[in-house]
C-alpha cells in the first residue's frame, strides 16, 4: 500500500516486482519491462505506462482509468477484471484487445 504517485521510471528491468495495491496514481513508466510483475490493485489512476512489457502482468483490480498505454503490451489486460475507462491505446492495442475477445476485427 505504498504510495509512489510521483515515481518517474525511465528504462529497466522491473519484471516480476511486486507493487500490488500501490497508489501509482501520476506515476510514469516508460520503455520500461514489467513482466509478469504484480500491479494487482493498484491505484494508477492517471498513470503512464507508455512502451511497457507488461506480458504475463497481474492487472486484476488495478484502477488504470485515464492511464496512457501507448505502446504496451496488453495481452494480460482484461478489462472486465481491470478499470479502463478513458484510458488512452493506440488503434492496433484496441484491434488487438478486440480479438482477444474473440471478436472477428475487419476493415469494411
Known amino acids: 500500500k505504498c504510495q509512489l504517485n510521483l515515481l518517474k521510471v ?3 528491468d522491473w519484471s516480476f516486482a511486486s507493487l ?40 486484476e483490480g488495478a484502477d488504470l482509468r485515464e492511464a496512457d498505454l501507448r505502446g504496451s503490451d496488453l495481452m494480460s489486460l482484461d478489462p472486465t477484471l481491470t478499470k479502463v475507462k478513458d484510458a488512452i491505446v493506440s488503434f492496433d492495442q484496441a484491434v488487438n484487445v478486440a480479438r482477444g475477445f474473440g471478436f472477428d476485427v475487419r476493415g469494411d
Not at 496514481?25 to 505506462?49: I, P, Q, Y
Open 10 to 12: 525511465e528504462g529497466g
Open 20 to 59: 500490488a495495491l500501490a497508489d501509482l496514481t501520476s506515476a510514469r513508466f516508460e520503455d520500461v519491462l514489467l513482466r509478469e510483475a504484480d500491479l494487482s490493485h493498484v491505484k494508477g489512476l492517471g498513470m503512464t505506462l507508455v512502451r511497457v512489457d507488461l506480458s504475463g502482468a497481474i492487472l
